[in-house]
């Protein structure tokens, strides 16, 4: 039934029923561009959990469109009985199957980052040392910014291999840590004080967040991780620079001095 079945699936098709899908597929793709120029734009003057729950509608509404328009324009193009789905969708799906392995795989991958949401747009997320928010999510890859304002294609069959770490999991809070080192003669309890007012008199600092820090001690000296949260995700690395220039400041009026930590594989 294989040729034959294909070949009865697509007699119908004529030039009206050519127009009319490619009407739908227009206007789906119109739909399309402007879900992903406009949502961006609003959430971007939005803050707190609503700005990630725009930016997270974007790929499931661009899914949802594509499931839409699909179930449209196959019945326009083709006659709607059960013979002619069959050929037709396994026909489909054996070219897809050997042409485009990988580009299935990752796009099978997508389907899952959408129904788990191990990322989303706006989440802070490291994946094979690439550390950056998530702009947009594709049906194939997602498109990662870092620091340096460089943008990283990272496939969703990524999913399968990868470890993903995500600093703030679909939230607005996201810890950030402040670190020192410094010699081991003197008062900890004073330090640590010292580095909590610090964060909790930084502008920048979300005050209702814990402020914590941790302590430990090495042959070297002492190190402290100052953690907080910043008030805007964005301006995490102004917020650990501003922490880390007003704690060194703090220490050396205290008359605390600083060392320097040996690099990690080296005596």
């Not at 030039?15 to 789906?28: M, N, R």
């Not at 725009?54 to 059960?82: C, D, G, K, Q």
Request: aromatic share 8%; glycine share 6%.
């Amino acid at each position: 039934m294989g040729d034959l079945g294909i070949k009865e699936a697509f007699s119908a098709i004529t030039s009206t029923a050519l127009l009319e899908a490619l009407v739908v597929v227009l206007l789906a793709t119109a739909l399309t561009i402007a879900i992903q120029k406009l949502f961006p734009r609003v959430a971007m003057k939005l803050s707190g959990k609503l700005r990630f729950y725009v930016l997270a509608s974007v790929p499931l509404l661009r899914l949802i469109i594509i499931v839409v328009t699909i179930i449209v324009v196959v019945p326009i193009l083709v006659e709607p009985s059960f013979e002619n789905m069959v050929a037709i969708f396994g026909a489909l799906g054996l070219a897809l199957g050997f042409a485009f392995k990988d580009y299935a795989n990752s796009l099978i991958a997508g389907i899952v980052t959408l129904y788990e949401m191990p990322y989303r747009p706006g989440d802070w997320i490291e994946v094979d040392g690439k550390y950056g928010e998530v702009r947009s999510i594709g049906t194939r890859a997602a498109e990662l910014v870092t620091p340096d304002d460089t943008v990283v294609v990272i496939p969703h069959s990524k999913l399968w291999a990868s470890l993903i770490a995500n600093g703030n999991d679909g939230t607005d809070n996201l810890m950030c840590v402040a670190e020192f080192n410094l010699e081991p003669h003197h008062d900890v309890s004073r330090v640590m004080d010292l580095l909590r007012d610090v964060a909790y008199t930084c502008p920048r600092t979300r005050t209702f967040r814990p402020v914590v820090v941790v302590v430990s001690n090495n042959p070297w000296g002492m190190c402290y991780r100052l953690k907080a949260y910043p008030i805007d995700l964005k301006d995490q690395f102004r917020f650990i620079s501003e922490l880390t220039a007003r704690g060194a400041s703090a220490l050396t009026a205290e008359g605390v001095g600083f060392v320097s930590a040996p690099v990690a594989g080296t005596s």
